[in-house]
Structure formats: C-alpha cells, structure tokens
C-alpha cells in the first residue's frame, strides 16, 4: 500500500497535476481574498479575518478536487493497467486507500501556503493578533474534513467509470448535491418538520458549524461517515469484477 502511495504522488508531481493543482487553487484564492474589488476582499472589508478564503474555498475545490481525482481509477481502466493492479498482493481497500490518501495530501499541500493569509492577517490586526484563532483552526479542519468528503467521491466517481471526463461530471455533481444540494432542498421548506432533518444531511451545514471554531463530534463522525460510505461504495464496485 505503501509503495502505491509513493506511486500516485510520484505520478501526481512527474505530470505536473499537483503544481497545476497548488497553484489553481492559490491563485484564484489570492485573487478574491487580495485583488478583486469584491466582498470577499479583506483590505477592502477592513475586518481581520479569514471567512473569505473558507466561503470560497469550497467552491474551489468543488471542481478541483475532481479533476484531481477523475483519473485515479479511469486512466487505469482506460490503459489496461487495471487488471494487472488488482493481481497484485494487495486486498481492494488497501489500493483505494492509497490512492485516497494522495488524493488527501494533495488537499492538504494546496491548504498549507494559506497559512501565508493566516499571517497576514494576524500581522496587520488591530491591535496585533486582534483575529478569532478559535474559529480559524475550526474553518481549517472543517475544510479539510470537506476536501477529505470532496476526494472519497471523486475516487467513487473514478472507480465505475474508464472515461475521465464523465468520472468528472459526476464527481462534481455528486460533490455539489452533499455540499449545497440539501441545504437547497431544505430552504424550500417543503417537508415541515423534516426540514431541518434534511439539511443536515448536507455537508454545509457541518462544514459551517466547524467554522464556528467549536470543534462538535457530531460534525467529525459526520465526515467521517461519508468518507467511509464512499471508500465502501468504491470497494463494492471493484469487487463486482467478480460476480
């Protein structure tokens, strides 16, 4: 499992995917939180904080996040190497988990130089270090935990199809009805007492309360859920090579 992980993260910095990767997310990041004479503007808003970066920062990796991982299992299946991947001495959860793992530090080496915003910010404060870290560190794993959500169904979408772009499509549909598409569902107001049953079903209502900077087990086990029910989904469609 080991050796594949070094594979994929070999694979990913030898074709340039993850400086692609970096750099897109920082780049369009930069832009909103410094540049761009918007709301997200931090100069512009006057206020020390960071809810810019993590009200954009989804969005970012709503598309990103399945660009990275549309290939995992299709380009795979496209070039034949599939077959000869699963012959190897390794069980089904152990190649989807290596692959899940690149997929994650992938995220994780994008949300590192953000900590250049945290700086900046926490520099400039009034007075110095004026900032709610609290709810800062809260906003950074809630992130992760999405990115982490974001990758587990982008390596599902991979896994039941060899053409990248359709394992995109889905990736990003699947990825935005879990973000937004309950908490949509839910403003209609439709369902009565449901309602709020039902917006919590999605991952913005988790992701949310994590940016509060109360760290809720409630909000974990919910992340940690859907990873998990996507890694098995994925197993499942790997074993079906079988019946």
Request: neutral net charge; charged residues 10%; glycine residues 6%.
């Amino acid at each position: 499992m080991l050796n594949l992980f070094r594979k994929e993260i070999n694979s990913f910095f030898n074709s340039l995917i993850a400086y692609i990767a970096i750099s897109v997310f920082l780049i369009i990041t930069s832009l909103f939180l410094w540049v761009f004479p918007l709301n997200y503007n931090i100069i512009q808003s006057g206020y020390a904080n960071l809810d810019s970066l993590f009200q954009i920062g989804p969005y970012v990796f709503l598309f990103l996040i399945p660009a990275i991982t549309m290939r995992f299992f299709s380009d795979e299946k496209k070039s034949g190497t599939i077959e000869m991947l699963l012959t190897k001495p390794l069980s089904d959860i152990n190649i989807i988990m290596a692959k899940y793992l690149a997929g994650i530090t992938l995220v994780l080496l994008s949300l590192i130089p953000t900590l250049i915003y945290f700086l900046t910010v926490y520099m400039f404060a009034a007075p110095h270090g004026n900032i709610d870290i609290g709810g800062i560190i809260g906003s950074y794993l809630g992130l992760l935990m999405l990115g982490a959500g974001f990758v587990a169904i982008g390596v599902f979408s991979s896994a039941i199809t060899e053409n990248q772009i359709i394992s995109f499509i889905i990736a990003v549909f699947l990825c935005a009805m879990a973000f937004i598409g309950f908490e949509m569902l839910s403003s209609f107001e439709m369902f009565g007492s449901f309602d709020l049953f039902i917006k919590n079903l999605g991952m913005y209502s988790h992701y949310s309360s994590m940016g509060r900077g109360v760290i809720d087990s409630r909000d974990v086990i919910y992340f940690l859920s859907v990873i998990t029910i996507f890694i098995l989904f994925t197993k499942i469609k790997l074993e079906s090579r079988k019946w």
